[in-house]
């Protein structure tokens, strides 16, 4: 696969559109979990599993989701917040941004157990604490209350939170776990107030996600009441670019309690990262003056560990450096201000200096666009030329009413017809442009019918000349059928269970080693001894399943290797190179030897060379052949003595 990693561009963007580690738009996401605790959600549920004994309710299932979404965005995603809102208790509390408790009978049976703030690690070890520990005196705040619990009261709760904590956020999520699908079947009143909540909080932006939980005796139907509360998502939703199926059979679990905190920790992880669009709202142009609107983003791309502060480790406890850059003249040792610094290039041996006015001029290919520049079949696309990330677009109404209708015209026109679109497409402000290939995709699902790939367009950048490297030129002798048949049965053996392969299911290890060394570091926990790699290949199920397979493929490879093996003596000769050669000098008289002068051909120079860095010593090399060597090798043999040694060294360094 090509690398996915988004192009970082950062001197190309505005000063007010800033992109964080990710690539996208720099979004705070806000999540307060709004979880249960009633009779039956704190009913533990055993283990289907007879090797597994552990049993679970629902509560603790679902505090330990939270706990674990906060374990891991407390590193992954430092500037977030998350809270903890329990309802159904018999205590209640609740605390405005001062920190003045502004009473109990405000919300009652809502306790707010954890704030809506950036977590600390302190809170983090609270929240396991009570998601862990039975003994544990915070278990006194999961006492279900014996008066039933106002939806609106809830929900108007979760309203001032995120008003006061988090006013000024683009993401806002409230997630509902709850196995009562009818809280209030006997109160229109009640449930009509529950329903201008609900819209309240759709009107401040806030998202509510449900996840529900069917009891051993009762499917959870959310028709009932949840349905006036949820709002589907829709293609005009620019966080939301698929739409998000609420199925109760993908959220809920058994009577299994194992397959409850499974279940739920994975569809709270699927829903926990928000879709940010990478570019919103870019017109597609068609044709002159006839203009659509669309979304872009990034579905595919590489995450690495990347560093958000320095940490100072000297004090009684650990502190964030705050960095600060000053530019000193080499002459004078004098602090340089920032309007004395200009921006130069080097052309024909001359510094030529340019402004910022200038520089942005020369960035400036014009407004972010997406114009279709012609038409060609699909076959026009080799494989080898999708090198870069892909972008994603969908249809946006917000700046053009009929943007989804003319896009889903324009997709199902290319499907077809089997053909691409050329674009020229410019992503930002002052970005660089692109040509790329737009490509229809079709919508892709699983085989419970949930949607894991939507319809929409993928724009392709296409690579330039110097991007694509021709293929070295290789003989390859196609092996004996008998060869071919048995390895055909080896490979039927390996496959996965109905060709299915989940990338999802196999974490990075080297990613998840770096978070679990951090996580030990700020809660103060002990240093796991190795990491987890989900991506080693289990090795007792190969031999089982392939072993006699592969050691008969090993015996016949054998009997091709010596049907067509040359008959006759053979030699023991092999040739040496310089190094050799040089060494056995050494040895026989103990003193250095004469450096053998290269035999002509690139193997030889190469060995002479090679010979000569690894003992440091490539500076003794006469010119001609440092020149001759980097020729070969298809480098720059222009300059002095010292420039040649340093392209040398640096060749062996990359290689």
Same mark, same amino acid.
């Given at each position: 696969?090509?690398?996915?990693?988004?192009?970082?561009?950062?001197?190309?963007?505005?000063?007010?559109?800033?992109?964080?580690?990710?690539?996208?738009?720099?979004?705070?996401?806000?999540?307060?979990?709004?979880? %249960?605790?009633?009779?039956?959600? $704190?009913?533990?549920?055993?283990?289907?599993?007879?090797?597994?004994?552990?049993?679970?309710?629902?509560?603790?299932?679902?505090?330990?989701?939270?706990?674990?979404?906060?374990?891991?965005?407390?590193?992954?995603?430092?500037?977030?917040?998350?809270?903890?809102?329990?309802?159904?208790?018999?205590?209640?509390?609740?605390?405005?941004?001062?920190?003045?408790?502004?009473?109990?009978?405000?919300?009652?049976? =809502?306790?707010?157990?954890?704030?809506?703030?950036?977590?600390?690690?302190?809170?983090?070890?609270?929240?396991?604490?009570?998601?862990?520990?039975?003994?544990?005196?915070?278990?006194?705040?999961?006492?279900?209350?014996?008066?039933?619990?106002?939806?609106?009261?809830?929900?108007?709760?979760?309203?001032?939170?995120?008003?006061?904590?988090?006013?000024?956020?683009?993401?806002?999520?409230?997630?509902?776990?709850?196995?009562?699908?009818?809280?209030?079947?006997?109160?229109?009143?009640?449930?009509?107030?529950?329903?201008?909540?609900?819209?309240?909080?759709?009107? $401040?932006?806030?998202?509510?996600?449900?996840?529900?939980?069917?009891?051993?005796?009762?499917?959870?139907?959310?028709?009932?009441?949840?349905?006036?509360?949820?709002?589907?998502?829709?293609?005009?939703?620019?966080?939301?670019?698929?739409?998000?199926?609420?199925?109760?059979?993908?959220?809920?679990?058994?009577?299994?309690?194992?397959?409850?905190?499974?279940?739920?920790?994975?569809?709270?992880?699927?829903?926990?990262?928000?879709?940010?669009?990478?570019?919103?709202?870019?017109?597609?142009?068609?044709?002159?003056?006839?203009?659509?609107?669309?979304?872009?983003?990034?579905?595919?791309?590489?995450?690495?560990?990347?560093?958000? =502060?320095?940490?100072?480790?000297?004090?009684?406890?650990?502190?964030?450096?705050?960095?600060?850059?000053?530019?000193?003249?080499?002459?004078?040792?004098?602090?340089?201000?920032?309007?004395?610094?200009?921006?130069?290039?080097?052309?024909?041996?001359?510094?030529?200096?340019?402004?910022? /006015?200038?520089?942005?001029?020369?960035?400036?290919?014009?407004?972010?666009?997406?114009?279709?520049?012609?038409?060609?079949?699909?076959?026009?696309?080799?494989?080898?030329?999708?090198?870069?990330?892909?972008?994603?677009?969908?249809?946006?109404?917000?700046?053009?009413?009929?943007?989804?209708?003319?896009?889903?015209?324009?997709?199902?026109?290319?499907?077809?017809?089997?053909?691409?679109?050329?674009?020229?497409?410019?992503?930002?402000?002052?970005?660089?442009?692109?040509?790329?290939?737009?490509?229809?995709? /079709?919508?892709?699902?699983?085989?419970?019918?949930?949607?894991?790939?939507?319809?929409?367009?993928?724009?392709?950048?296409?690579?330039?000349?110097?991007?694509?490297?021709?293929?070295?030129?290789?003989?390859?002798?196609?092996?004996?059928?008998?060869?071919?048949?048995?390895?055909?049965?080896?490979?039927?053996?390996?496959?996965?269970?109905?060709?299915?392969?989940?990338?999802?299911?196999?974490?990075?290890?080297?990613?998840?080693?770096?978070?679990?060394?951090?996580?030990?570091?700020?809660?103060?926990?002990?240093?796991?001894?190795?990491?987890?790699?989900?991506?080693?290949?289990?090795?007792?199920?190969?031999?089982?399943?392939?072993?006699?397979?592969?050691?008969?493929?090993?015996?016949?490879?054998?009997?091709?290797?010596?049907?067509?093996?040359?008959?006759?003596?053979?030699?023991?000769?092999?040739?040496?190179?310089?190094?050799?050669?040089?060494?056995?000098?050494?040895?026989?008289?103990?003193?250095?030897?004469?450096?053998?002068?290269?035999?002509?051909?690139?193997?030889?120079?190469?060995? %002479?060379?090679?010979?000569?860095?690894?003992?440091?010593?490539?500076?003794?090399?006469?010119?001609?052949?440092?020149?001759?060597?980097?020729?070969?090798?298809?480098?720059?043999?222009?300059?002095?003595?010292?420039?040649?040694?340093?392209?040398?060294?640096?060749?062996?360094?990359?290689?």
């Amino acid at each position: 696969m090509a690398d996915n990693n988004p192009s970082r561009e950062d001197d190309q963007l505005d000063e007010e559109e800033e992109l964080d580690d990710t690539g996208y738009k720099s979004v705070k996401d806000a999540i307060l979990f709004a979880i %249960e605790v009633s009779d039956s959600m $704190l009913a533990r549920r055993a283990s289907s599993d007879p090797k597994k004994s552990v049993e679970e309710s629902p509560t603790t299932a679902a505090l330990k989701c939270a706990y674990h979404l906060m374990q891991q965005r407390i590193i992954s995603n430092p500037q977030d917040m998350m809270g903890i809102l329990l309802y159904g208790t018999q205590a209640s509390k609740f605390y405005d941004e001062d920190e003045n408790s502004r009473g109990d009978l405000s919300y009652p049976h =809502c306790y707010l157990f954890t704030d809506l703030d950036i977590p600390s690690a302190q809170e983090v070890k609270e929240l396991r604490a009570l998601a862990e520990d039975d003994e544990t005196d915070l278990r006194e705040v999961l006492t279900p209350s014996k008066e039933p619990v106002s939806m609106s009261n809830v929900l108007f709760c979760a309203n001032q939170i995120f008003t006061s904590k988090a006013p000024n956020f683009l993401s806002r999520r409230l997630f509902i776990v709850t196995d009562n699908d009818n809280p209030h079947a006997d109160s229109k009143s009640l449930r009509s107030a529950a329903t201008v909540r609900a819209k309240d909080l759709y009107d $401040l932006g806030v998202t509510i996600e449900l996840f529900p939980i069917s009891n051993p005796d009762h499917d959870f139907d959310s028709s009932k009441f949840y349905d006036d509360i949820i709002y589907k998502a829709s293609p005009t939703d620019p966080e939301a670019p698929s739409y998000l199926k609420l199925d109760s059979k993908d959220t809920t679990a058994t009577a299994d309690g194992i397959s409850l905190l499974s279940t739920l920790l994975s569809s709270i992880n699927s829903r926990s990262v928000p879709r940010r669009a990478y570019i919103t709202n870019v017109p597609l142009e068609l044709g002159p003056n006839f203009k659509i609107s669309v979304s872009g983003y990034l579905l595919f791309k590489r995450q690495e560990p990347s560093r958000n =502060c320095f940490v100072w480790l000297g004090g009684e406890k650990p502190q964030i450096v705050s960095g600060v850059t000053t530019q000193i003249a080499d002459d004078t040792a004098r602090t340089i201000e920032k309007w004395e610094i200009k921006k130069a290039y080097k052309f024909g041996g001359d510094q030529v200096s340019f402004s910022p /006015e200038e520089l942005k001029d020369l960035r400036n290919f014009g407004d972010p666009v997406i114009r279709i520049i012609g038409f060609k079949p699909m076959s026009a696309l080799p494989f080898w030329a999708n090198v870069k990330h892909p972008f994603f677009i969908y249809p946006s109404e917000e700046d053009v009413i009929g943007s989804t209708r003319v896009f889903s015209a324009l997709h199902q026109t290319l499907l077809r017809d089997k053909k691409l679109a050329l674009v020229w497409f410019i992503p930002r402000r002052n970005g660089a442009p692109i040509l790329g290939a737009m490509v229809a995709g /079709e919508e892709k699902l699983d085989e419970d019918g949930v949607q894991r790939f939507p319809p929409g367009m993928w724009i392709i950048p296409l690579p330039f000349a110097d991007d694509v490297r021709q293929n070295p030129e290789t003989s390859l002798n196609v092996a004996p059928e008998p060869l071919i048949d048995q390895m055909r049965m080896i490979v039927q053996q390996l496959q996965l269970p109905k060709a299915s392969y989940e990338p999802l299911k196999y974490p990075n290890p080297s990613l998840q080693w770096h978070y679990r060394i951090l996580q030990a570091l700020a809660l103060d926990e002990d240093l796991p001894e190795q990491p987890e790699d989900k991506t080693k290949p289990k090795y007792r199920q190969i031999d089982k399943r392939a072993g006699d397979y592969v050691l008969s493929w090993a015996e016949e490879l054998e009997k091709q290797d010596a049907k067509t093996a040359p008959s006759g003596p053979k030699s023991t000769l092999v040739k040496r190179g310089v190094k050799d050669r040089v060494a056995d000098a050494e040895d026989a008289s103990g003193k250095p030897a004469k450096r053998v002068k290269a035999e002509h051909g690139p193997e030889a120079l190469d060995d %002479e060379v090679n010979f000569h860095y690894q003992k440091g010593s490539v500076s003794k090399l006469t010119v001609a052949t440092l020149k001759e060597f980097l020729t070969s090798h298809g480098r720059s043999a222009a300059g002095k003595k010292a420039d040649l040694v340093e392209r040398v060294e640096e060749y062996f360094e990359r290689k």
